[in-house]
């Protein structure tokens, strides 16, 4: 039986108890998927081709528009904004949502880059060559030469749009500088410009068989990426998915390399958050995976009837990614997200305690309800209830437990303050780290001579 002292404690804390919060769930009931909002023919002259990549716009103001490379060396602009009904013709909806093609190559385009604002874009062909378009106009405004190889992926750099990266099936890499023009022009009058440097036999295996002329076999690069440090370059190979980062300022060896899989991969993208990866498969599905959540099964994208080619996300809509397929089409979709009405048995819950009756009255302005206006609700409290009292109000002090820690890993103790060390731990520490650190790929890797 309680004391009466107990029962008294008990009774004033019930009574100072203004109302219960219901129970909020925890973020294992968060759940994410994904609609698909777009499907799109890619055709010419009434006959489909295959889209080999594509890139949405990188600027708020044109983040909707999506260009669309194919193997017949066009080069297609769709404006993604508009949806249609799932039953529709998608034939028919290309036509709608199309801004614009023209040929950019006589040969398969493998990528796109958008540059300066997206009023330039770059097409890598099979030819061997690289051009530069100016897209209001659809003219070209330069032609990068160099590679003997089809060229399979381009970057630009994180902070100066004149400089390019590429990779080739030639399994070299190289660093382009559009200002640097030279006098000479092709055939048909497009201003030629010369690579400025990078390394042949990036990717070339010391396991390979040697050539009767004595010569290493070499690997294509599939893929090339700037990092965000502005020094530090990426390049994948095809044949054994081996990761190499570079430094540009010596571009004599790799600062480190690695193999995060035994077999080939397709085309992959992270999301402008840093938050999902997405990647297609020979499967005909694309698969997106949590960043801070790297062992959960991925979400599967399911419609393509053929191999997915390639992915990306749109910049400008948190959540809105495109796919392409060796099926000839197009697809866009849509993340959403929501918190499952499923409750864990853990959940937090919360107490509303009044506080007492003098100091509530204080702040009732002498008993009396303040009524906000809208204009109002954006001024501070303490611009609306000035306490002139001079013993501060100290509000109750409230322990947390331990096992109350939201299941993503935020901790209710920790400090929300953003720290050089904190921000180091986010997802997105390696392609945009924090400006108050100046830091390279080296940095991120101990330094050993031994290779991977």
């Not at 994904?34 to 010419?44: I, K, M, S």
């Not at 399979?152 to 030639?170: A, E």
């Not at 690069?221 to 044949?239: N, P």
């Not at 009837?305 to 979709?333: P, Q, Y």
Request: aromatic share 6%.
């Amino acid at each position: 039986m309680d004391t009466p002292s107990s029962h008294s404690l008990f009774t004033h804390i019930a009574s100072r108890e203004l109302f219960r919060v219901p129970k909020r769930p925890r973020m294992d009931g968060f759940v994410s998927g994904f609609n698909e909002t777009g499907l799109l023919a890619v055709q010419h002259n009434a006959q489909h081709t295959i889209p080999l990549s594509l890139s949405f716009c990188k600027t708020s103001k044109f983040g909707h528009i999506l260009a669309v490379s194919d193997e017949e060396g066009y080069v297609t602009l769709f404006d993604t904004r508009r949806k249609f009904p799932v039953t529709s013709n998608f034939e028919e909806n290309s036509e709608k949502v199309k801004i614009c093609d023209w040929v950019s190559h006589h040969n398969a385009v493998f990528d796109t880059c958008w540059n300066k604002e997206d009023t330039q874009i770059l097409t890598a062909s099979g030819d061997q060559t690289i051009k530069l378009w100016d897209v209001q106009e659809q003219k070209c405004l330069g032609l990068l030469t160099g590679h003997t190889g089809s060229v399979k992926s381009m970057c630009s750099h994180p902070t100066n749009s004149d400089i390019i990266v590429s990779g080739s099936r030639d399994g070299s890499f190289r660093i382009w500088d559009l200002r640097c023009k030279s006098t000479a022009k092709s055939r048909c009058g497009e201003v030629s410009i010369c690579s400025m440097g990078g390394v042949k036999g990036a990717h070339i295996s010391s396991q390979a068989r040697r050539t009767r002329r004595g010569r290493a076999a070499s690997m294509s690069i599939t893929s090339v990426l700037c990092l965000k440090d502005q020094v530090s370059i990426a390049t994948a190979g095809a044949v054994d998915s081996v990761l190499k980062f570079w430094d540009t300022r010596n571009l004599k060896s790799t600062v480190t390399q690695t193999s995060p899989s035994p077999q080939s991969t397709e085309k992959s993208a992270i999301s402008p958050d840093a938050s999902n990866i997405v990647s297609g498969s020979s499967d005909g599905n694309a698969y997106v995976w949590k960043v801070d959540k790297p062992l959960e099964d991925p979400t599967i994208l399911k419609s393509h009837d053929g191999e997915v080619t390639a992915v990306d996300w749109c910049s400008s809509e948190i959540g809105k990614l495109a796919t392409c397929s060796d099926d000839f089409t197009v697809r866009t979709w849509n993340k959403n997200s929501y918190v499952s009405s499923t409750q864990c048995a853990s959940a937090i819950r919360r107490r509303v305690m009044a506080i007492p009756s003098i100091e509530c009255k204080m702040l009732l302005n002498n008993g009396k309800r303040y009524s906000k206006t809208n204009e109002d609700a954006f001024l501070p409290y303490d611009a609306l209830h000035p306490i002139t009292s001079p013993t501060p109000i100290t509000p109750p002090k409230m322990n947390i437990s331990e096992g109350n820690q939201l299941s993503s890993g935020l901790d209710l103790n920790a400090s929300s303050e953003k720290t050089p060390e904190s921000a180091l731990k986010s997802p997105s520490s390696v392609l945009n780290p924090p400006s108050s650190l100046k830091r390279t790929i080296r940095d991120y890797f101990l330094a050993s001579s031994r290779t991977l």
